[in-house]
């Protein structure tokens, strides 16, 4: 499929990425439709719903950092996060092959030397990475979320999960594991990343120390 233009408000959010986003944005249309990656449905809104919703997550990373997307998927939010924020090291740990391959092919395609893809399951790498931020998208509920992503985690580091409208719902159900887990604090943040409407709802972790 052919991947919708790139609309005046993406073009400024990426900025001097904007061509290599405009390229990936081919590649999710093109073989990550193919390959079953991402629905056909979803093509009409890439822009919107995918790649402006995980570029909202950027400016919630803190300056340059270690991160590690859990769950990367055919890249959302992680790729574009390696696009955006160049002097972060970006691991997209996903345990599905034919997802790994899809990543490597973009990240080799679209030149993206501080990103990386490492296929394990969470419970596999935990102990073996230790990242400043650790993202998610569409990956879990929020309460099994956080126990991989803590293992992935250094102390006091952040776990930033997008979540959408029921996010304080999840926030209120998972109150208890978390507590258990010893995330110290816990926010629902509104990310517009200046130009992104509807904005991502992301809920923020922060690990004990």
Same mark, same amino acid.
């Given at each position: 499929?052919?991947?919708?233009?790139?609309?005046?408000?993406?073009?400024?959010?990426?900025?001097?990425?904007?061509?290599?986003?405009?390229?990936?944005?081919?590649?999710?249309?093109?073989?990550?439709?193919?390959?079953?990656?991402?629905?056909?449905?979803?093509?009409?809104?890439?822009?919107?719903?995918?790649?402006?919703?995980?570029?909202?997550?950027?400016?919630?990373?803190?300056?340059?950092?270690?991160?590690?997307?859990?769950?990367?998927?055919?890249?959302?939010?992680?790729?574009?996060?390696?696009?955006?924020?160049?002097?972060?090291?970006?691991?997209?740990?996903?345990?599905?092959?034919?997802?790994?391959?899809? !990543?490597?092919?973009?990240?080799?395609?679209?030149?993206?030397?501080?990103?990386?893809?490492?296929?394990?399951?969470?419970?596999?790498?935990?102990?073996?990475?230790?990242?400043?931020?650790?993202?998610?998208?569409? @990956?879990?509920? !929020?309460?099994?979320?956080?126990?991989?992503?803590?293992?992935?985690?250094?102390?006091?580091?952040?776990?930033?999960?997008?979540?959408?409208?029921?996010?304080?719902?999840?926030?209120?159900?998972?109150?208890?594991?978390?507590?258990?887990?010893?995330?110290?604090?816990?926010?629902?943040? @509104?990310?517009?990343?200046?130009?992104?409407?509807?904005?991502?709802?992301? @809920?923020?972790?922060?690990?004990?120390?």
């Amino acid at each position: 499929m052919k991947a919708p233009g790139m609309p005046e408000a993406a073009r400024e959010v990426f900025g001097d990425a904007a061509a290599k986003a405009e390229r990936y944005a081919e590649l999710l249309a093109g073989p990550g439709v193919e390959r079953g990656l991402i629905g056909p449905n979803e093509v009409p809104r890439l822009w919107e719903r995918h790649l402006l919703n995980s570029a909202a997550v950027a400016g919630l990373v803190p300056g340059p950092c270690s991160l590690v997307d859990l769950g990367s998927g055919a890249g959302l939010p992680g790729i574009v996060l390696a696009l955006l924020l160049p002097d972060s090291a970006v691991t997209l740990l996903e345990p599905a092959l034919r997802r790994t391959i899809f !990543l490597e092919e973009c990240v080799a395609d679209l030149g993206l030397s501080n990103a990386r893809v490492w296929r394990a399951r969470a419970e596999q790498a935990a102990g073996a990475l230790a990242a400043d931020v650790v993202t998610a998208r569409a @990956v879990a509920p !929020l309460d099994r979320l956080a126990a991989l992503a803590l293992g992935l985690l250094k102390p006091g580091g952040i776990v930033l999960a997008v979540k959408g409208a029921q996010a304080e719902a999840e926030v209120q159900a998972a109150g208890e594991a978390l507590r258990r887990l010893g995330v110290r604090d816990v926010e629902v943040l @509104v990310a517009r990343g200046g130009k992104v409407d509807p904005a991502a709802t992301v @809920v923020r972790l922060t690990a004990g120390q």
